[in-house]
């Protein structure tokens, strides 16, 4: 068979049911081989959504999501999408084409060196030269893919190694040289850990997106609840913890829950599982965990140390590792705490005293008002991803992810225009469940092109605008720290949301209401093709608490 045949035979034998791809003259040959596949191939509008949505698809199945590209701008263009699913440990293949092997090296039309512009954003970067090698490179691309901590994996193939024709061969076991990602921890390490949480007087747990990628909820939850210990999340482990379990806080951070904040630098020892202490989620790493003993197990040992010394390390699958706390846990009958236990009493004072302290702006529709109602309409079990910006920190405080796993943004890069191509991705992975991005008008405008794909491709989503006209985070940052000198903010009416769906073949609803946004929300429940709800939010609204770059989580400013 040709080489275009046996990526694709490859890729089935992968268990891939989708691929997000656009086509140029690079890749045709794969494309060629595509009309004769089982999987099925989505077009997009633009590569970099592409690469979104194989990310949303991969974050809801927990295994690799595909997409291809052409030489040249169309690979460049998934680069975006590969770096946000690098810094979010997101599996995925990027399957790109390229310029004939005689031609590489020498500025060809459409050339560029994908593999040295990728290997900084990707956890490998593979360049088959022969047909023959490309089934074992794309059982190796999915191996390092998916096991580990995940990422990114890019597979470029020469167009005329895409249709040479050879004996091909696929290998059902493959080794990966110099690749032995640790899977079971040290169990003295894991004793020493479990007898350091029991200990505590004040233990908290700081679930990190680890957390998800591990498909590890049940056992955190039992450990939680063996050691009465409050849970906070970072902002990519939002959704590994229900939101409504009477020991959850919410997320910490720059705008994470003000109690979140509050608490877990009350405690005496944080247990980090899953969780990298990024600058967004600590604040000042010479300040975060003074005088505590920090816990930290994760599957990346390069991550122990990184930002933050830790007393305790535990390196291993998320799962597997609780697992294994939560059975000795049991077994040194950990005393049983009440409600009046001074640190669970203080948990709720926290609670109590925030939620009469930080009060919503007096306008009839804010974007608290607006996320509430949507928590109270939306099925438990929906799939909510995010923009990025205000509407992503209004979500991180004001929406509770009840089930598991079912809210995912893109925390790490911060990707604008990120949350409604991987909502497609996700609506793609989970066809019968309720999909929503919750969206501000500036990350939206970026990849809206994509509504013709859900529209065609039947793959219907909500997306939840929060309409401000404004860049509305950058403005705010000009509120507060550039005396109000607007520059490069403002979007100006345009363009009508409304309109814009309906010319997709969408359907747009426009809310200047509560009431209009009830009815809003369940009418996009019940429709079968994409919905835009374009909600009217003062420009002026400013998302609080806030921990300013640069200073630490008791710096934190509540607005208040």
């Given at each position: 068979?040709?080489?275009?045949e046996a990526l694709v035979r490859a890729l089935e034998a992968e268990g891939v049911d989708f691929v997000f791809g656009l086509p140029g003259g690079a890749n045709l040959p794969m494309y060629d081989a595509l009309v004769d596949a089982s999987l099925r191939h989505i077009l997009v509008r633009h590569e970099q959504s592409a690469a979104h949505m194989a990310d949303?698809?991969?974050?809801?199945?927990?295994?690799?999501?595909?997409?291809?590209?052409?030489?040249?701008?169309?690979?460049?263009?998934?680069?975006?999408?590969?770096?946000?699913?690098?810094?979010?440990?997101?599996?995925?293949?990027?399957?790109?084409?390229?310029?004939?092997?005689?031609?590489?090296?020498?500025?060809?039309?459409?050339?560029?060196?994908?593999?040295?512009?990728?290997?900084?954003?990707?956890?490998?970067?593979?360049?088959?030269?022969?047909?023959?090698?490309?089934?074992?490179?794309?059982?190796?691309?999915?191996?390092?893919?998916?096991?580990?901590?995940?990422?990114?994996?890019?597979?470029?193939?020469?167009?005329?190694?895409?249709?040479?024709?050879?004996?091909?061969?696929?290998?059902?076991?493959?080794?990966?040289?110099?690749?032995?990602?640790?899977?079971?921890?040290?169990?003295?390490?894991?004793?020493?850990?479990?007898?350091?949480?029991?200990?505590?007087?004040?233990?908290?747990?700081?679930?990190?997106?680890?957390?998800?990628?591990?498909?590890?909820?049940?056992?955190?939850?039992?450990?939680?609840?063996?050691?009465?210990?409050?849970?906070?999340?970072?902002?990519?482990?939002?959704?590994?913890?229900?939101?409504?379990?009477?020991?959850?806080?919410?997320?910490?951070?720059?705008?994470?829950?003000?109690?979140?904040?509050?608490?877990?630098?009350?405690?005496?020892?944080?247990?980090?599982?899953?969780?990298?202490?990024?600058?967004?989620?600590?604040?000042?790493?010479?300040?975060?965990?003074?005088?505590?003993?920090?816990?930290?197990?994760?599957?990346?040992?390069?991550?122990?140390?990184?930002?933050?010394?830790?007393?305790?390390?535990?390196?291993?699958?998320?799962?597997?590792?609780?697992?294994?706390?939560?059975?000795?846990?049991?077994?040194?009958?950990?005393?049983?705490?009440?409600?009046?236990?001074?640190?669970?009493?203080?948990?709720?004072e926290l609670i109590d005293y925030y939620a009469d302290t930080i009060k919503d702006y007096p306008r009839e529709l804010t974007a608290k008002k607006a996320l509430k109602k949507l928590r109270e309409i939306l099925p438990s079990d929906a799939i909510v991803t995010t923009e990025v910006g205000q509407c992503q920190m209004w979500a991180s405080l004001h929406f509770?992810?009840?089930?598991?796993?079912?809210?995912?943004?893109?925390?790490?890069?911060?990707?604008?225009?990120?949350?409604?191509?991987?909502?497609?991705?996700?609506?793609?992975?989970?066809?019968?469940?309720?999909?929503?991005?919750?969206?501000?008008?500036?990350?939206?405008?970026?990849?809206?092109?994509?509504?013709?794909?859900?529209?065609?491709?039947?793959?219907?989503?909500?997306?939840?605008?929060?309409?401000?006209?404004?860049?509305?985070?950058?403005?705010?940052?000009?509120?507060?720290?550039?005396?109000?000198?607007?520059?490069?903010?403002?979007?100006?009416?345009?363009?009508?949301?409304?309109?814009?769906?309906?010319?997709?073949?969408?359907?747009?609803?426009?809310?200047?209401?509560?009431?209009?946004?009830?009815?809003?929300?369940?009418?996009?429940?019940?429709?079968?093709?994409?919905?835009?709800?374009?909600?009217?939010?003062?420009?002026?609204?400013?998302?609080?608490?806030?921990?300013?770059?640069?200073?630490?989580?008791?710096?934190?400013?509540?607005?208040?």
């Open positions: 068979m040709i080489g275009s949303g698809y991969a974050r809801i199945k927990r295994k690799a999501g595909v997409c291809f590209a052409t030489s040249g701008p169309g690979a460049t263009n998934l680069i975006t999408g590969i770096a946000t699913a690098y810094a979010d440990s997101s599996p995925m293949i990027a399957v790109t084409g390229q310029v004939p092997l005689a031609m590489i090296g020498k500025d060809a039309f459409q050339e560029t060196d994908i593999i040295g512009v990728a290997n900084p954003c990707t956890k490998y970067a593979f360049q088959p030269r022969a047909a023959v090698e490309i089934p074992e490179t794309v059982k190796k691309a999915f191996y390092i893919a998916e096991s580990g901590r995940p990422g990114p994996v890019l597979i470029d193939i020469p167009k005329d190694v895409q249709q040479a024709r050879e004996n091909i061969q696929f290998p059902d076991l493959i080794k990966v040289r110099g690749y032995n990602p640790i899977i079971d921890a040290d169990l003295s390490q894991l004793e020493r850990a479990v007898e350091t949480m029991i200990k505590a007087e004040r233990p908290i747990i700081m679930a990190g997106g680890g957390v998800i990628l591990s498909g590890a909820f049940s056992e955190l939850q039992a450990m939680a609840e063996l050691l009465m210990a409050p849970v906070v999340t970072t902002f990519k482990g939002k959704g590994s913890f229900p939101e409504n379990h009477p020991l959850a806080m919410g997320p910490i951070g720059m705008h994470g829950h003000p109690e979140a904040n509050k608490i877990i630098i009350e405690a005496d020892c944080i247990i980090a599982v899953g969780a990298r202490f990024s600058d967004r989620s600590v604040g000042r790493f010479d300040e975060f965990g003074k005088g505590m003993t920090i816990i930290h197990l994760d599957v990346d040992p390069a991550e122990i140390g990184k930002n933050k010394a830790v007393d305790i390390a535990v390196i291993g699958d998320v799962k597997a590792s609780l697992r294994t706390a939560v059975k000795m846990l049991a077994k040194h009958k950990v005393v049983e705490k009440t409600k009046d236990d001074p640190w669970l009493k203080r948990r709720k509770d992810v009840i089930s598991p796993g079912t809210f995912f943004s893109s925390t790490g890069l911060g990707t604008m225009g990120f949350g409604f191509p991987a909502s497609i991705g996700a609506k793609a992975a989970k066809s019968q469940a309720t999909v929503v991005d919750i969206a501000g008008d500036g990350s939206f405008n970026m990849t809206e092109n994509s509504l013709a794909v859900s529209v065609l491709e039947k793959l219907p989503v909500i997306v939840f605008l929060m309409n401000n006209y404004m860049l509305g985070m950058v403005a705010q940052w000009q509120r507060t720290f550039y005396n109000r000198r607007y520059m490069g903010v403002h979007q100006n009416s345009c363009p009508d949301y409304v309109k814009l769906a309906e010319a997709y073949g969408a359907q747009g609803i426009r809310a200047e209401s509560m009431n209009d946004l009830e009815g809003a929300i369940k009418k996009a429940l019940k429709n079968d093709v994409a919905t835009v709800i374009d909600i009217a939010i003062d420009p002026e609204e400013d998302v609080y608490p806030f921990v300013a770059p640069g200073t630490g989580l008791k710096d934190m400013i509540t607005g208040a």
